[in-house]
């Protein structure tokens, strides 16, 4: 059985997902207006018309994947979140794109029936973004001098090594800015950048 569940015609809808390569599954069953979190060492149901808060954001993953994460909190303050990735064992993890996207979609389009004033938001809160956005520049912006004070003084090694490391810091940092600003949407139409493909 794979890491996550189909809803039958009859059933609930399930997403099971292992957080950590140490530990034990999570798994969600989306009952109604009740969602049914099992963390293997505790079992509590989420009214969702209790929610007060829908977040989708992009985390870095391995050199591979890309790892996607929805945080809902609660109105008393409470949090819980789960993400695309399933991890097998210590060194393997399962990307549950399909999955991910099917339990989003249902889950977000029963939380606003449940709680119409709930808001979806994507990406980081604005002082995290803007903290990320502000460091990426200065890293990049050292690299650039690195490299240009290295051509200058006819290091080519090193300004080589400028250049690789800038090059691997704009992979890595410009997705973490760019699907991560700040936004609202709605629930029917969460960010397509903010989900895996399938």
Not at 66 to 92: A, C, E, P
Not at 116 to 124: E, H, N, S, T
Request: proline letters at 8%; hydrophobic letters at 45%.
């Amino acid at each position: 059985m794979n890491a996550a569940d189909a809803r039958t015609d009859a059933g609930p809808l399930t997403y099971t997902q292992n957080p950590k390569p140490i530990g034990s599954p999570i798994s969600f069953v989306l009952k109604g207006s009740k969602l049914s979190v099992d963390t293997g060492r505790k079992q509590y149901d989420v009214q969702l018309g209790a929610v007060e808060e829908v977040r989708m954001v992009y985390e870095p993953g391995r050199v591979s994947q890309r790892v996607f994460r929805t945080k809902i909190r609660m109105k008393n303050g409470r949090t819980f979140s789960f993400s695309s990735l399933h991890w097998t064992s210590m060194v393997q993890a399962q990307e549950l794109g399909p999955a991910y996207r099917g339990f989003t979609s249902a889950l977000f389009e029963t939380i606003a029936r449940a709680n119409p004033k709930a808001r979806f938001v994507a990406g980081q809160p604005l002082w995290r973004w803007a903290a990320t956005t502000a460091i990426a520049v200065l890293c990049l912006g050292a690299m650039a001098v690195l490299t240009w004070r290295a051509l200058q003084t006819g290091a080519q090694s090193v300004a080589l090594m400028g250049g690789l490391l800038a090059a691997v810091g704009i992979w890595q940092l410009e997705p973490m800015v760019r699907l991560n600003k700040p936004r609202r949407f709605s629930p029917d139409a969460p960010p397509p950048e903010l989900l895996p493909k399938i």
